[in-house]
């Protein structure tokens, strides 16, 4: 089966702590990215990577750190200084730039603090 | 920081009526746009793409380009209980794959 896993489904942290989100795809795409969601809005972009070894901030970057070591994995981590982490937060990936890069997304991890 | 709007309802439609969508947008030079359907809790997932000025028809679902007008539409169709969902309209920032997205309009279809 081919797609994107993320876990956990649902992750909590207490404060001052640093949790880390995992994403993984057997999709053999080059790019993948991390959103943040919260209720009623849309989506937001924390961090991308093009390709392994290398990333870049997206909209939202502060208080959040990721990885790219692998193409299949692009695990995002939400340090102690991100102050709201409560959302529910979506990893894509996509095989193509250009025109038609169609992103596809995990099932998400929904986030709540203690 | 270019813009993708939406309304963001909710839109009430009767079952079996046409549901409209619409989505503006700031950015002269985007060239497609996506059709991207949540359901609550869930995750996105994509519904249609369009690149040219025009429509394009997938079962159900037709979306409409006005490049001019700087607008995408979304129509849905025979509207079913199971179309009740936020559609989320998103376009190109870049060439490398980076997504804007709108906050999404709820859709309601009541029976």
């Known amino acids: 089966d081919g797609g994107i896993t993320q876990s956990p489904k649902y992750l909590f942290r207490k404060e001052g702590q640093n949790v880390t989100l995992s994403c993984e795809q057997n999709?053999?795409?080059?790019?993948m990215y991390w959103y943040r969601q919260d209720p009623g809005q849309g989506l937001r972009l924390i961090y991308y990577s093009q390709i392994v070894n290398d990333f870049q901030k997206g909209d939202i970057a502060e208080g959040y750190s990721v990885s790219r070591e692998k193409k299949e994995s692009f695990p995002l981590t939400v340090t102690s200084a991100q102050k709201n982490p409560t959302a529910f937060y979506l990893c894509?990936?996509?095989?193509?730039?250009?025109?038609?890069?169609?992103?596809?997304f995990g099932p998400g991890t929904r986030l709540l603090v203690l | 920081q270019k813009e993708v709007e939406q309304n963001s309802g909710p839109l009430s439609v009767p079952e079996g009526a046409i549901a409209s969508l619409n989505c503006t947008y700031s950015d002269r030079g985007s060239q497609s746009f996506f059709w991207y359907r949540q359901y609550s809790g869930k995750s996105p997932e994509l519904i249609m793409f369009i690149y040219s000025n025009g429509d394009k028809e997938d079962g159900r679902f037709t979306a409409q380009l006005n490049k001019a007008s700087q607008y995408v539409s979304l129509l849905i169709r025979d509207s079913q209980p199971s179309d009740s969902a936020t559609y989320l309209c998103?376009?190109?920032?870049?060439?490398?794959?980076?997504?804007?997205f709108g906050a999404g309009t709820q859709v309601v279809v009541t029976p």
């Open positions: 998103a376009a190109p920032t870049d060439s490398w794959g980076k997504l804007q």
């Open positions: 894509a990936s996509s095989d193509e730039t250009g025109v038609s890069m169609t992103q596809y």
């Open positions: 999709l053999n795409h080059d790019a």
